[in-house]
Nanobody, 122 residues
Framework: QVQLLESGGGLVQAGGSLRLSCAAS????????MGWFRQAPGKEREFVAA????????FYADSVKGRFTISRDNAKNTVYLQMNSLKPEDTAVYYC???????????????WGQGTQVTVSS
């Protein structure tokens, strides 16, 4: 089992940047594919980005491609989401997810963090 704790959310103006972090408990972090999802008010949760266990493969939603970068540091049990050129439509609660031996998906058997709020003002 793994526990996830996100941090780094906040209020930023459009065009600004934020970096989210997700710290995982346990000694087996490198066995988990990691991902970020988000949920805006009144909308369903959606996929944002994911990274393979080694970090060699990354995946992005079209809406964030070229603006967001996912990375991980297995020595620190942490996954990051660097968000640049933020837009008001990026406003949401961002959730970290972990999936054993695979990439987290919307309907997969994931572990979830509690979420961190990102608000982008226009």
């Amino acid at each position: 089992q793994v526990q996830l704790l996100e941090s780094g959310g906040g209020l930023v103006q459009a065009g600004g940047s934020l970096r989210l972090s997700c710290a995982a408990s346990g000694r087996t972090f490198s066995m988990y594919g990691m991902g970020w999802f988000r949920q805006a008010p009144g909308k369903e949760r959606e996929f944002v980005a994911a990274i393979s266990r080694s970090g060699s493969s990354t995946f992005y939603a079209d809406s964030v491609k070229g603006r967001f970068t996912i990375s991980r540091d297995n020595a620190k049990n942490t996954v990051y989401l660097q968000m640049n050129s933020l837009k008001p439509e990026d406003t949401a609660v961002y959730y970290c997810a972990a999936a054993l031996a695979t990439i987290p998906t919307q309907t997969g058997s994931n572990y979830w963090g509690q979420g961190t709020q990102v608000t982008v003002s226009s």
